[in-house]
């Protein structure tokens, strides 16, 4: 019998199917590898088992008896230890408090902090972090000791599932050889791991058991070592063709100079020796799974990142933008089209206008003095171009749908007619119809003469939309894909790394002299 | 182990510094003195200071969970009113009375905490709310300066020890190990830190949020009512006084400034906070020693502000990515 085991897990967010009659079933003294695209429904997965959101539907049964968990404190009392990707560490607090935190050791209703430290310190080496010093601030320690803390953390609540999403992500070729030392142990210690990672060769080397997510379905589990990575890949892709992409116009192979170039960028570590060109007329896209770099590669272009070396080169002229103010100026006419709408795009509370304009303010404003009619012409030439369903522009922009605030991102750099266009992510979270309006957009401000870098974790979008992609591994761009070469399954691959030897290589040039 | 005192050092870092600066200045206002350091002046400097300390751990507790109490200043007008009126008469009754006004703190505190966390009300708005309405009910108790103390217990706690040792610096000794310690050595106390850094990962960790606040806010209501006690013991009376109340609630988030507690919560100790008091008050005695017009007494107070929060901000400089400098 299984130790615990998930069935029919549905999961909605608003209108996105996140999880549909998804199951798993874990056994103790197993590594059970979790697989799947961006956003095939993994993390939603473990928010459920770890309890940090609620199933709407499904159950699941440890030890054979039902359980819920209605809180993350809940899974903890039943055994189940997540380490999530994004760190829960508490950066102020040293790291025997947080390796403590959920259960401190007590004397007299106090905290025992001899307790604590000895705590810490069996918890720490039980990681195979014996050199983290307990009383080291977390926020003094470099990004693969937190995760090395987190796992400690994680071990300290003597779990008897330990689900790992992503945890090696963060570290250093140093502390992988180590966790995967002490994974193996845990193993014929008897617990259970649930192991989620978009490296191939680290399933490969770890998992007993695989299964692999597809559009939040779990579509087929299996015995490690019994497919391909072709095959495992052709499950991972598996989804319907649903987008209408508009035709791409074709280039005649041009010498012309390209728009924007980037020659050997570098931004701690990052981004690691970027060089790219885009030609006006061209959607370039940047694929990739998610957090390899792409989102710091457009903030560095934007000129939002400090500190970055290399070369950018707007119509063949090195140019140092130094920051937003400067990027949309009109000799460079860049536009970065953020991530978060609510938080970078937009301002919620204010109104359709006053959003679309605040970008181009600098002018439609004389002597300092917004001209009123210029402002609503221009902002009501916007509204119609990109169709944004409004009731009027003095309404405020957290009142519209997600798609058409998505709109006013756009259209408020469109106002100033950029010749570089910067996008992150644009079309997450909005609607079929308005990512079809996008597409459309894109392609006919292409046509226009800019030049677009389009960073997309929908890989139908960049099959369908760009003329090339670069995808990037690590900070670096690993593959780039011309024309018919773009596929979904190229995609996937080489973002997965397939095929390419460079994997092995990095880790050995990362080993610490 | 060996190496800890270096990791102890840097946890501590701005209580010590607090300490280390509060000393120097202490030690020049001491020996400029023109009647040296005797056992009155040091008690009258003593009695101003420890006032302001209070007030400046009850801010402490709730700025570690990146709140802010502004009406710290009107819980403790609020109980010099109260104490003013019922800290007298027998023994007996005068000790009911001091219970009295500490409840009533608690209870101030459980009301801010209880909109801030239920009601999930910014803290700065929610406490100028409550505090506009501590002060209003200070005023229906004493819509005239006046009232009475128990001298006896007054003297006791503001006057000097054998050995002409301040008392209140022992009142203050005492607050500190029995409420601070314990409550930074508590579950709920870490939470409270925990809150303040980060409360997600806190949430993530399956911390006790809400009863972490809640108890920030109460505690600050009984340190600020206690403050309010002081008070009445310092000057036999009580006054409704709104200049007060704001003077006092401005004065301890400079303190906790001061005292290296930081304001986006997490990060310092009540203690920080004390000395952080203990120095805006020496500021002050300092310009009078050196003879300086009282006038320029809020520009000095102000440039020493301004210095200590400028080296709060050096890291800034070392942020790589400029996104998190609006974080």
């Not at chain 1, 791409?248 to 192979?253: C, E, N, S, V, Y």
């Not at chain 1, 304009?357 to 002018?363: D, I, M, Q």
């Not at chain 2, 004065?251 to 290296?260: F, P, T």
């Amino acid at each position: 019998m299984s130790l615990f085991v998930i069935e029919g897990v549905s999961k909605r967010y608003g209108g996105v199917r996140a999880l549909q009659d998804a199951g798993l079933a874990i056994e103790a003294g197993r590594i059970h590898a979790v697989l799947g695209e961006n956003g095939a429904g993994k993390s939603t997965l473990i928010k459920i088992m770890a309890g940090v959101v609620a199933p709407d539907e499904g159950r699941m049964i440890l030890d054979g008896a039902p359980v819920s968990f209605p809180s993350p404190a809940a899974a903890n009392a039943a055994g189940i230890a997540c380490i999530f990707q994004e760190l829960s560490l508490i950066p102020d607090l040293t790291v025997a408090d947080n390796i403590a935190i959920s259960n401190p050791p007590r004397r007299f209703g106090l905290i025992d902090r001899g307790a604590q430290r000895r705590l810490a310190e069996q918890a720490l080496a039980r990681a195979g972090a014996d050199n983290i010093h307990p009383l080291a601030l977390v926020k003094d320690l470099s990004l693969s000791r937190r995760q090395m803390v987190e796992i400690a953390k994680a071990l300290a609540r003597k779990p008897r599932i330990l689900i790992l999403d992503e945890a090696t992500s963060a570290l250093t070729a140093a502390d992988v050889t180590k966790i995967y030392g002490v994974l193996k142990r845990l193993r014929a210690e008897g617990l259970a791991l649930v192991y989620i990672s978009h490296r191939m060769h680290e399933i490969t080397e770890l998992a007993d058991e695989c299964t692999v997510f597809c559009n939040g379905r779990s579509v087929a589990s299996y015995a490690a070592g019994t497919k391909t990575d072709n095959e495992v890949v052709e499950m991972m892709i598996g989804r319907e063709y649903n987008a209408v992409f508009p035709p791409r116009t074709a280039h005649p192979a041009s010498d012309a100079t390209p728009m924007l170039a980037v020659r050997n960028l570098c931004w701690t570590d990052r981004l690691n020796d970027i060089s790219l060109r885009v030609r006006a007329g061209e959607v370039i896209g940047l694929g990739g799974l998610d957090g390899q770099g792409q989102r710091e590669l457009l903030l560095a272009l934007f000129g939002v990142l400090r500190g970055t070396t290399g070369e950018v080169l707007i119509d063949g002229r090195p140019v140092t933008i130094a920051g937003p103010d400067f990027a949309k100026r009109k000799e460079i006419g860049m536009a970065l089209i953020p991530e978060d709408r609510k938080t970078e795009g937009l301002m919620l509370p204010m109104s359709v206008r006053e959003n679309l304009s605040f970008a181009a303010l600098g002018r439609l404003s004389r002597w300092g003095v917004v001209s009123a009619s210029a402002e609503r012409e221009a902002v009501e030439r916007i509204v119609r171009l990109l169709a944004v369903r409004t009731d009027g522009t003095d309404v405020p922009a957290g009142s519209l749908s997600g798609g058409n605030q998505q709109k006013l991102v756009i259209g408020k750099w469109l106002m100033l007619a950029p010749r570089i266009l910067l996008l992150n992510d644009p079309t997450r979270g909005i609607d079929v119809g308005t990512k079809q309006e996008m597409y459309q957009l894109l392609r006919q401000l292409a046509d226009e003469g800019a030049a677009i870098l389009f960073y997309s974790t929908d890989y139908d979008e960049l099959v369908g939309c760009c003329d090339r992609v670069l995808v990037m591994c690590d900070g670096a761009i690993g593959r780039e894909l011309v024309g018919a070469e773009i596929t979904e399954r190229a995609l996937v691959s080489s973002a997965l790394n397939l095929g390419a030897q460079s994997t092995t290589r990095r880790v050995a040039q990362t080993v610490p002299t | 182990m060996s190496g800890d005192w270096s990791y102890r050092l840097r946890e501590h870092k701005g209580t010590l510094l607090a300490f280390v600066a509060f000393v120097v200045m202490f030690t020049i206002y001491a020996a400029n003195h023109p009647a040296g350091l005797n056992a009155n002046v040091a008690t009258t400097a003593a009695n101003k200071g420890v006032l302001l300390a209070i007030v400046a751990m009850a801010q402490t507790l709730v700025v570690l969970t990146s709140g802010i109490d502004l009406s710290v200043g009107m819980v403790m007008v609020l109980a010099n009113c109260l104490a003013s009126s019922i800290v007298v008469g027998s023994p007996v009754q005068a000790a009911l009375g001091v219970l009295a006004v500490l409840v009533v703190g608690l209870v101030c505190g459980a009301i801010n905490g209880f909109i801030v966390i239920y009601g999930r009300l910014q803290p700065i708005v929610t406490t100028i709310a409550t505090g506009a309405i501590f002060y209003g009910v200070a005023l229906g108790l004493r819509p005239v300066p006046g009232g009475d103390v128990e001298t006896t217990l007054a003297d006791a706690l503001t006057g000097q020890l054998p050995g002409g040792i301040p008392a209140s610096l022992v009142v203050l000794l005492g607050l500190v190990l029995v409420v601070w310690l314990p409550f930074r050595r508590s579950v709920t106390g870490r939470a409270a830190y925990a809150v303040g850094s980060s409360e997600v990962a806190a949430y993530m960790s399956g911390v006790p949020i809400r009863r972490a606040k809640f108890v920030a806010y109460m505690l600050s209501g009984l340190l600020a009512a206690l403050a309010g006690l002081f008070l009445t013991f310092i000057t036999y009376t009580g006054e409704a006084s709104a200049a007060n109340g704001n003077t006092y609630t401005l004065y301890s988030i400079a303190a906790v400034v001061l005292g290296g507690v930081s304001l986006f919560g997490g990060s310092g100790s009540a203690v920080g906070a004390i000395f952080g008091a203990f120095m805006f008050r020496t500021i002050g005695d300092l310009l009078f020693v050196f003879n300086v017009e009282p006038l320029w007494q809020p520009l000095f107070q102000g440039i020493v502000l301004s210095a200590a929060v400028c080296l709060g901000a050096v890291r800034l400089l070392h942020v790589r990515n400029r996104l998190d400098l609006y974080g």
